[in-house]
């Protein structure tokens, strides 16, 4: 996992560019409570929750842009620096986040959704996978605290929440049945992968990644593959030892399309995962379209 240096940042409102009157004029908010997410993920999950009681503003949203590489900016201080809500991934994937606040006000509530998740953060069998967003289960529980911390903000809509929460897990509860439906048929079927992205889901739909650890690694840390590893890795599809390719769609380089033109060459299905939100799509919309889009794979 890459790690980002801490951050420096000038006193905000004047690299900002916003005085102080422009402040207190921004921080009206209709009376909605106001919530930093790190993603746009995480962001729609608190808007699944919150409804019209809050506010919320995902710092990344931009299909282009690495929550682990990504450095904070003067607005972005000045975001959670307002917000009453910070929600984190945390697990190491958006550090910038929590840089940020060491310097928030004492009264900000944050979850970190790993923490949150229920999930072993130290896992026998190797480094923790911060992509809780393919984990339903784990969203629930997220969701769950959530709920929580906008009640201990705004008490009075306690009510609302509770019910747009039970809605929410409700809807998970669909896409769980979803994913269970499929592993009735495809469990013990092999998968290749680019990242580590979809392995939740992957593991409840019963597939077996059959990528060489290496070769994801290397990819998620941005590192160059060994060329052993790399033949490994395509020789799961001349092979046929997998069923479909799970291919992150917002980290792409030579090397990964490669294992896509192998994919596609030996007419291995190709289902594309993500890290941020598809244009026109939140989440329970997007989630159910991956699991289709695997259905259809794993059914040639």
Same mark, same amino acid.
């Not at 699944?48 to 842009?65: F, H, L, M, N």
């Given at each position: 996992?890459?790690?980002?240096?801490?951050?420096?940042?000038?006193? %905000?409102?004047?690299?900002?560019?916003?005085?102080?009157?422009? *402040? =207190?004029?921004?921080? +009206? $908010?209709?009376? !909605?409570? @106001?919530?930093?997410?790190?993603?746009?993920?995480?962001?729609?999950?608190?808007?699944?929750?919150?409804?019209?009681?809050?506010?919320?503003?995902?710092?990344?949203?931009?299909?282009?842009?690495?929550?682990?590489?990504?450095?904070?900016?003067?607005?972005?201080?000045?975001?959670?620096?307002?917000?009453?809500?910070?929600?984190?991934?945390?697990?190491?994937?958006?550090?910038?986040?929590?840089?940020?606040?060491?310097?928030?006000?004492?009264?900000?509530?944050?979850?970190?959704?790993?923490?949150?998740?229920?999930?072993?953060?130290?896992?026998?069998?190797?480094?923790?996978?911060?992509?809780?967003?393919?984990?339903?289960?784990?969203?629930?529980? %997220?969701?769950?605290?959530?709920?929580?911390?906008?009640?201990? *903000? =705004?008490?009075?809509? +306690? $009510?609302?929440? !509770?019910? @747009?929460?039970?809605?929410?897990?409700?809807?998970?509860?669909?896409?769980?049945?979803?994913?269970?439906?499929?592993?009735?048929?495809?469990?013990?079927?092999?998968?290749?992968?680019?990242?580590?992205?979809?392995?939740?889901?992957?593991?409840?739909?019963?597939?077996?990644?059959?990528?060489?650890?290496?070769?994801?690694?290397?990819?998620?840390?941005?590192?160059?593959?060994?060329?052993?590893?790399?033949?490994?890795?395509?020789?799961?599809?001349?092979?046929?030892?997998?069923?479909?390719?799970?291919?992150?769609?917002?980290?792409?380089?030579?090397?990964?399309?490669?294992?896509?033109?192998?994919?596609?060459?030996?007419?291995?299905?190709?289902?594309?995962?993500?890290?941020?939100?598809?244009?026109?799509?939140?989440?329970?919309?997007?989630?159910?379209?991956?699991?289709?889009?695997?259905?259809?794979?794993?059914?040639?």
């Amino acid at each position: 996992m890459k790690r980002l240096l801490p951050l420096v940042l000038a006193p %905000v409102l004047v690299l900002a560019g916003c005085s102080a009157a422009e *402040v =207190d004029a921004g921080a +009206a $908010s209709g009376g !909605r409570i @106001r919530v930093v997410a790190s993603t746009d993920v995480w962001g729609d999950v608190v808007r699944q929750v919150g409804g019209s009681a809050v506010s919320v503003d995902s710092i990344i949203t931009d299909p282009d842009r690495d929550p682990h590489e990504y450095q904070a900016d003067p607005r972005d201080q000045l975001a959670v620096s307002r917000a009453q809500l910070v929600v984190v991934n945390g697990g190491g994937y958006d550090d910038f986040l929590s840089q940020l606040l060491k310097n928030a006000p004492s009264s900000t509530e944050v979850v970190d959704a790993a923490d949150a998740s229920g999930l072993d953060r130290h896992p026998a069998g190797g480094e923790f996978n911060e992509h809780l967003w393919y984990d339903f289960p784990a969203v629930s529980e %997220v969701a769950g605290t959530v709920a929580e911390e906008l009640t201990k *903000v =705004d008490p009075a809509r +306690a $009510s609302t929440f !509770r019910s @747009r929460l039970k809605a929410f897990r409700a809807s998970l509860a669909e896409l769980e049945a979803t994913a269970a439906s499929i592993e009735r048929t495809a469990k013990g079927e092999g998968v290749a992968i680019t990242e580590p992205v979809p392995l939740y889901l992957t593991d409840a739909l019963g597939l077996v990644n059959r990528t060489p650890p290496a070769f994801s690694e290397a990819i998620e840390e941005g590192d160059d593959v060994a060329p052993a590893v790399l033949k490994e890795q395509l020789a799961l599809f001349s092979e046929h030892r997998v069923a479909v390719l799970a291919y992150n769609e917002q980290t792409t380089g030579p090397t990964t399309e490669q294992v896509l033109a192998a994919a596609k060459r030996e007419g291995v299905p190709v289902v594309g995962v993500r890290e941020t939100l598809p244009d026109g799509q939140d989440y329970l919309r997007w989630m159910q379209h991956d699991l289709e889009a695997f259905r259809t794979g794993l059914s040639r």
